[in-house]
């Protein structure tokens, strides 16, 4: 009995090591098409465009801000770390803009595959932004913000 | 293209004072205290809204809000219809029916979801009624560096009922102009605005609001102040204005006190208004209990000058000018 106990202990605090490992190491990187002229952004310029108070990038080209899906992981840290907010706040700041006509929220996909696809080619002839894992940066994006 | 949204608040109100109504808003019929013992009307609502992105520059947005209007009916009302031109994403030009922006959070002051309290500070947003305008407006948005700045203009007409109920008031020849500043956390708002107001017994009484605020909205915490002049001659003795709010963020909880005052500016009336201000001390505590709900529980210390209704209404026999009440008010909030 005592032994499966801590069978199942070290069991535990290796998971735990482990949850700890893949998530807090996870970098979050900001990310433009590979072709794009832009080569880094502050965490200011991406908070303004993920918030809707920004719709260029500083070489002038429009962008379009994309976003993970509400639930994950990524995207609480995303606006933790660039806007300071919680998902709860963040949902009390765009229905300010919504129900003022000022703005809808950043179109969401489903992951960090489909980010980079739109990243890569753009949006209906606009420029996209994105944020991936820094250990799912390929060819055909560039990361312009380091996120810690 | 089309976009549907929505926001609602389900509320009920108690109030200790019997002798005259506590009410959540400026058009409400009743209250909680004298007619009813828990409103449910008084901080209940339900907006829906349309959106609709014809091209990247031509867009239009309708919202109908129902609440419990002057008549005592709860008949939806067209709060907002206009069309949106954006000759840039930073400039953009809307005709029709528009949001009065003349205080911080106006433009969303019926969405319970995008605010700390149970309602707007009654004593400071009570003053200027009016929610919309039909006309033009348009705003220009500068970035210089960090800081965004938006520049606003708007000019039209509103008709609106104010208290008491049945009173028709008609607000002409509406000029403001608002700036409002982004910083990160930081929000600065600045406004003016003018007008003349009808009324069946005075015509062109003059309008004017001054207004100033600023917001810091933290991670952890956040802090909120507004102050206002407003104005209207012979109808009002005239109201210098104020809250602050400031609140944590604890989890899923938010607990915030309020303190909001509408101070008499004695200006002589043609009509019998008897409210020459109120104070208000507030506590609550807003839940996010789940996605886009949130639960909030308020509790308000209110009081009025000497020879004061403050904002009662409904006095009856027994009613002492000069009195107060305390409140206790929990509402539900939701946006979809």
Same mark, same amino acid.
């Given at each position: ?73 990524? &995207? ?15 949902? =009390? ?13 950043? &179109? ?41 | ?23 959540? =808003? ?86 319970? !979801? ?134 944590? &963020? ?5 607990? !915030? ?80």
């Amino acid at each position: 009995m005592r032994h499966s106990i801590r069978v199942l202990w070290s069991g535990l605090v290796g998971a735990a090591l482990w949850l700890c490992a893949s998530v807090c190491d996870a970098q979050l990187v900001v990310i433009v098409s590979a072709n794009s002229r832009v080569t880094t952004l502050s965490e200011n310029e991406v908070a303004d465009i993920y918030l809707g108070r920004a719709s260029q990038l500083p070489d002038g080209a429009h962008v379009t801000p994309i976003d993970l899906a509400d639930e994950a992981a990524n &995207r609480a840290t995303f606006y933790r770390i660039v806007c300071g907010k919680s998902p709860a706040q963040l949902r =009390a700041y765009w229905s300010k803009l919504i129900f003022t006509g000022a703005g809808q929220p950043p &179109r969401e996909v489903g992951g960090a595959e489909a980010v980079k696809r739109l990243v890569a080619a753009g949006t209906g002839g606009a420029s996209a932004i994105g944020y991936i894992d820094k250990s799912q940066l390929d060819a055909t994006v560039k990361a312009v913000l380091s996120l810690h | 293209m089309f976009t549907l949204s929505g926001f609602g608040t389900l509320g009920a109100t108690y109030s200790t004072l019997r002798t005259a109504d506590y009410a959540g =808003a400026a058009f409400e019929p009743y209250g909680a205290g004298a007619s009813r013992n828990i409103d449910f009307a008084d901080d209940s609502r339900v907006g829906v809204q349309l959106t609709a992105n014809f091209t990247s520059k031509l867009s239009a947005v309708v919202q109908v809000v129902s609440h419990n209007n002057y008549d005592n009916s709860f008949t939806p009302t067209l709060e907002w219809a206009n069309v949106n031109y954006a000759f840039t994403p930073d400039l953009n030009v809307r005709v029709g029916r528009i949001e009065l922006p003349t205080f911080l959070t106006s433009d969303y002051r019926q969405v319970g !979801y995008a605010n700390p309290w149970v309602r707007v500070p009654p004593e400071f947003y009570d003053t200027v009624p009016i929610t919309n305008s039909d006309g033009v407006d348009g705003s220009y948005r500068v970035h210089i560096g960090p800081v965004s700045n938006t520049l606003h203009l708007i000019y039209g007409s509103s008709t609106f009922h104010a208290i008491p109920g049945p009173i028709r008031t008609e607000a002409r020849g509406i000029f403001g102009i608002f700036d409002t500043t982004e910083y990160r956390a930081l929000t600065t708002h600045l406004g003016y605005l003018r007008a003349h107001a009808d009324v069946p017994f005075a015509k062109a009484m003059p309008v004017a609001v001054y207004s100033a605020a600023a917001s810091l909205d933290m991670a952890r915490w956040f802090v909120q102040a507004e102050a206002a002049r407003v104005t209207v001659d012979g109808l009002t003795p005239g109201y210098l204005a104020g809250y602050a709010t400031a609140g944590v &963020r604890m989890g899923k909880f938010t607990p !915030y006190v309020t303190y909001a005052v509408e101070h008499s500016l004695d200006h002589p009336m043609v009509s019998d208004n008897m409210n020459a201000g109120q104070r208000a001390l507030s506590g609550g505590v807003r839940w996010d209990f789940a996605k886009n709900f949130d639960a909030k529980v308020q509790y308000d210390h209110v009081w009025t000058p000497q020879g004061s209704t403050g904002l009662f209404m409904n006095e009856q026999p027994g009613f002492r000018l000069g009195s107060g009440t305390d409140v206790v008010t929990a509402t539900l909030d939701f946006v979809f």
